[in-house]
């Protein structure tokens, strides 16, 4: 019985090999761009007191010059006690660009 002596790396292996290797790192960046951005979203309150009260307000301006905004949270804290006061969602628009609103100002009464 004779062995032959088999080439682990032919070309065409390697061509398929290499190609599917930048294939999938393509894939990856643009998995990366679609979903992920580097920007931070700006918030600004607005003439908001350091004691808000029963009858208090809460007014802000968000911005987000990536992709938009996906959701919004305002949380009071007092001591040890922390609590949701205000929650926003926006649904996804799009899979390209702005996928949510690219700013958003409300006041919480």
Known sequence: MAFKNRNRFS??????STF????????????????FEGNTPQIHLNQTKN???KNGEISYIVSDIGNGIRS????????????????????????IGAIGP???????K
């Open 20 to 35: 599917l290797l930048i294939l999938l790192t393509a894939a990856g960046i643009g998995v990366y761009l679609l979903f």
């Open 51 to 53: 004691f808000i009260g």
């Open 72 to 95: 919004i949270n305002v949380w009071g804290i007092q001591g040890t006690h922390k609590k949701l006061l205000h929650t926003v969602s926006f649904p996804r628009t799009s899979y």
């Open 102 to 108: 690219l700013s958003d100002s409300q006041i919480i």
């Open 11 to 16: 070309k065409p292996r390697l061509f398929f």
